[in-house]
T-cell receptor, first 114, second 111 residues
Framework: DVKVTQSSRYLVKRTGEKVFLECVQDMDHENMFWYRQDPGLGLRLIYFSYDVKMKEKGDIPEGYSVSREKKERFSLILESASTNQTSMYLC?????????????FGPGTRLTVT | GQQLNQSPQSMFIQEGEDVSMNCTSSSIFNTWLWYKQDPGEGPVLLIALYKAGELTSNGRLTAQFGITRKDSFLNISASIPSDVGIYFCAGQTGGYQKVTFGTGTKLQVIP
């Protein structure tokens, strides 16, 4: 079974803090993704990575950065957390070619910024 | 980014009833996917479809890839209380395996 794990299920941070969200997958997937999910707005892609050290902006990259130093690990960084970044953050991974499009999600991190 | 239109947005059904939901797009997709999300959890992949016209089952769930490649349908037969959750469709096309997600159908089952 594919396993995607996220470092925290719940996180509370203060405005202005630097926040790290970590994601690890064990299926040797080439692609990894970070989404945020908000009521009424659905799943929105923040960043994705198709290889180690490679990254591409998604639909809402402002205020975020990412790091992929190892194939299995993809980190999302909030440089200076703001209250409008309070959300559910979901990490996903997929193969580059086989089983086209199938993304496997982690359990999510519910981040609250106060 | 683009989103897919799912309908209905929400539905209440009696336990034992069959359920149908669909997803439409103005764009063509190469793959259609259906996910289920329980409250406070990440989405779980239910069914993946790769060819226009394809019909695939997973237990009580059946999904179809529309002939026009612009829509997909999910049916759940004989619903049970644990079917409660939000069902998302997703479509994939182009490179890097990016997918576009639907707006979700919230299903509630009355025992």
């Amino acid at each position: 079974d594919v396993k995607v794990t996220q470092s925290s299920r719940y996180l509370v941070k203060r405005t202005g803090e630097k926040v790290f969200l970590e994601c690890v997958q064990d299926m040797d997937h080439e692609n990894m993704f970070w989404y945020r999910q908000d009521p009424g707005l659905g799943l929105r892609l923040i960043y994705f990575s198709y290889d180690v050290k490679m990254k591409e902006k998604g639909d809402i990259p402002e205020g975020y950065s990412v790091s992929r130093e190892k194939k299995e690990r993809f980190s999302l960084i909030l440089e200076s957390a703001s209250t409008n970044q309070t959300s559910m953050y979901l990490c996903a991974s997929s193969w580059r070619i086989k089983r086209r499009g199938e993304q496997y999600f982690g359990p999510g991190t519910r981040l609250t910024v106060t | 980014g683009q989103q897919l239109n799912q309908s209905p947005q929400s539905m209440f059904i009696q336990e034992g009833e069959d359920v149908s939901m669909n997803c439409t797009s103005s764009s063509i997709f190469n793959t259609w996917l259906w996910y289920k999300q329980d409250p406070g959890e990440g989405p779980v992949l239910l069914i993946a479809l790769y060819k226009a016209g394809e019909l695939t089952s997973n237990g009580r769930l059946t999904a179809q890839f529309g002939i026009t490649r612009k829509d997909s349908f999910l049916n759940i037969s004989a619903s049970i209380p644990s079917d409660v959750g939000i069902y998302f469709c997703a479509g994939q096309t182009g490179g890097y395996q990016k997918v576009t997600f639907g707006t979700g159908t919230k299903l509630q089952v009355i025992p």
